[in-house]
């Protein structure tokens, strides 16, 4: 229900107590002179502006604050300042909402909405008020990617509606208005007999475009995808539709433009994206030589030109290999980490208002919480980025998952893992279980997730603008992927584990078994202590000063035999000497250990 707006001569006193006492329950009461509103039913101060530089129509409202918090005469002064700031583009109250702006698209009109979003630095939807509009919106972003889109509404077999859905349609940077229209027309028709919105690939006279074929193959083998597959492949789809490439032919990429476009993407999306847009063209390419007939009713025989990639050794993984593990660059790896928790923004003369001067955002602190609890856990990270601080027990440094959660939310989950009780279980380091309480105690478990973004969803898992910033000072670039590898080259090449404790740690596919893995069950003791010997190695590679101690326990009779060579006032003394020894005839010297010793069957 819409608040009605009510003009009066002028506010006063008596107005404002009608309305805190609840005797006044709605509208919006507004008076000539000034632009200050008094909102009755949420009982609050507030203001209509226009940003300068921001496009044509976007009007917004401010909260100055609640009616009991400032009297009238200091909320006319802060709406005065408030007025005079959004004249000079500066906003220094948050508006309550950033609702659709009307706009007649046109080419010349949405080139200059998103223009003027870019300069903003703002996010917007536009909504088309042209005759023929096919309802279409149209959404910016704050660095200047721009979608239509259209929302829809499905009716249930009971007669009541689903919630509303959207679906884009095209990309406004690439795609022409035309044709946008164009295919929300056919949506639309989809939508009136209450079907699905999806092109349609009937009777044709063009080959099949990447859409087509991506849909078709979603119904043909879509089904046996879990949900986090299905996530994957609608980030990829939502990229390439901001590239303006999902609407194209198949037949119309040539090798020449999957080298341009990989390139492309590299500065836009980073490496690891950039790869899976260009083999996720390939993959609908070879789906639809395999599936599809083109338009000449013959079955597509198409030379994939993402096969150039491969040829010139154009993708950024190649293969799995060691360089990601350099123990090396251990320390710098973990400041990296933990400078980012301190990070705050550079003073800008030029921008006096810039946020974050002065504290670091609470974005980064959980960045880089995520990116440490990864480093000592080895776990994937859009596993780490799914868990609930329900699944989270810091006094028994415990993770759970039931038998659903771990199917839900673990890649690839092996049911090997689970115990009789279909609990899965996973114990973690000192190091990682710190760093949830850590967060803990700053107040970072106010959402349902344990590293959210700033929407409650799980975290952006690898954060390119946030890495840049570690690279730029430390030399390394925090890819949350590198920690996973990193920690089973400790836990095999530093610790010695066996290969099917770190696929246990690690949550693993066990594809192969050894024989140990076939003849032993350890408890969660075992690979506490397991994980705890691995976050200790790491901490040791990076020469910290808080290793953890090593108790070294022997049989009576071997100390016995130890002690005997040496006299009474220094048995002890000797007795570490001979254990540092052996500690030093390890495989890997660097480890340094402090030892205490622990004589079985003596006081």
Not at 209 to 237: A, N, P, Q
Not at 242 to 263: N, P, Q, V, W
Not at 504 to 509: G, P, S
Not at 511 to 526: E, P, Q, R, T, V
Request: charged share 30%; aromatic share 10%.
């Amino acid at each position: 229900m819409q608040n009605k707006v009510i003009n009066i001569h002028s506010f006063d006193d008596s107005l404002l107590e009608h309305i805190v006492s609840g005797e006044i329950e709605e509208g919006v009461f507004i008076t000539a002179g000034t632009n200050l509103k008094i909102d009755a039913r949420k009982k609050i101060y507030l203001l209509s502006g226009c940003p300068k530089g921001f496009p044509k129509g976007a009007c917004f409202d401010y909260k100055i604050a609640d009616l009991g918090e400032i009297d009238l005469s200091a909320a006319l002064i802060a709406a005065r300042e408030l007025e005079s700031d959004l004249k000079k583009g500066i906003e220094t109250f948050a508006p309550m909402n950033r609702p659709r702006i009307p706009m007649a698209f046109s080419e010349t009109s949405v080139k200059k909405a998103v223009a003027d979003t870019k300069s903003a630095g703002v996010q917007l939807i536009f909504k088309d008020t042209s005759p023929g509009s096919q309802k279409m919106l149209m959404r910016v972003t704050e660095n200047g990617t721009a979608n239509y889109f259209i929302e829809y509404r499905l009716r249930k077999p009971n007669g009541k509606q689903t919630a509303v859905k959207n679906i884009n349609v095209a990309s406004a940077n690439a795609d022409t208005l035309e044709r946008a229209r164009a295919v929300a027309a056919e949506y639309r028709e989809q939508i009136a007999r209450n079907e699905p919105p999806t092109l349609v690939v009937g009777g044709r006279n063009r080959n099949h475009s990447l859409r087509e074929v991506h849909e078709h193959r979603m119904k043909s083998v879509g089904k046996k995808y879990k949900e986090s597959t299905l996530d994957y492949y609608k980030t990829i789809v939502n990229n390439l539709v901001k590239h303006g490439l999902f609407e194209r032919e198949i037949t119309s990429f040539d090798r020449e433009e999957i080298l341009d476009l990989h390139d492309k993407f590299i500065k836009v999306h980073g490496y690891n994206q950039a790869d899976k847009l260009i083999g996720t063209i390939g993959t609908l390419i070879k789906y639809a030589n395999a599936t599809l007939k083109n338009k000449s009713n013959v079955y597509y025989d198409i030379v994939n030109p993402v096969m150039i990639m491969s040829t010139l050794g154009k993708w950024h993984k190649k293969k799995r290999s060691n360089k990601a593990f350099d123990k090396t660059y251990t320390k710098e790896l973990i400041d990296a980490i933990r400078w980012m928790r301190t990070w705050t923004a550079p003073i800008d003369q030029d921008n006096p208002h810039r946020k974050y001067t002065k504290s670091t955002p609470c974005n980064y602190v959980r960045y880089s919480y995520f990116c440490e609890f990864l480093l000592f856990t080895g776990l994937r990270p859009m596993d780490g980025a799914r868990i609930r601080w329900s699944q989270v027990d810091t006094d028994k440094g415990i993770i759970t998952w039931t038998d659903e959660e771990a199917e839900a939310y673990i890649k690839r989950f092996d049911r090997e893992l689970l115990n009789d009780r279909l609990i899965l279980e996973l114990p973690i380091s000192e190091q990682a279980n710190n760093v949830l309480k850590e967060m803990k105690e700053l107040g970072l478990n106010d959402y349902e997730l344990v590293f959210p973004s700033t929407t409650g969803k799980p975290i952006k898992i690898n954060d390119i603008a946030k890495n840049g910033l570690a690279k730029e000072k430390f030399g390394i670039y925090l890819a949350p992927g590198r920690f996973r590898h990193f920690f089973q080259n400790v836990a095999a090449n530093v610790v010695n584990l066996k290969t099917f404790e770190i696929k246990r740690l690690v949550f693993h596919t066990q594809k192969h078994f050894d024989n140990h893995s076939g003849y032993i069950a350890y408890d969660l003791k075992h690979y506490r202590k397991c994980t705890q010997k691995v976050s200790d190695a790491i901490l040791s590679l990076a020469d910290y000063a808080n290793k953890s101690d090593v108790t070294v326990s022997i049989r009576y009779d071997i100390a016995e035999k130890l002690m005997k060579y040496s006299n009474k006032d220094n048995a002890e003394d000797a007795l570490q000497e001979a254990i540092e020894d052996l500690f030093l005839m390890r495989d890997n010297p660097e480890l340094q250990f402090k030892s205490i010793i622990t004589i079985k069957g003596r006081s």
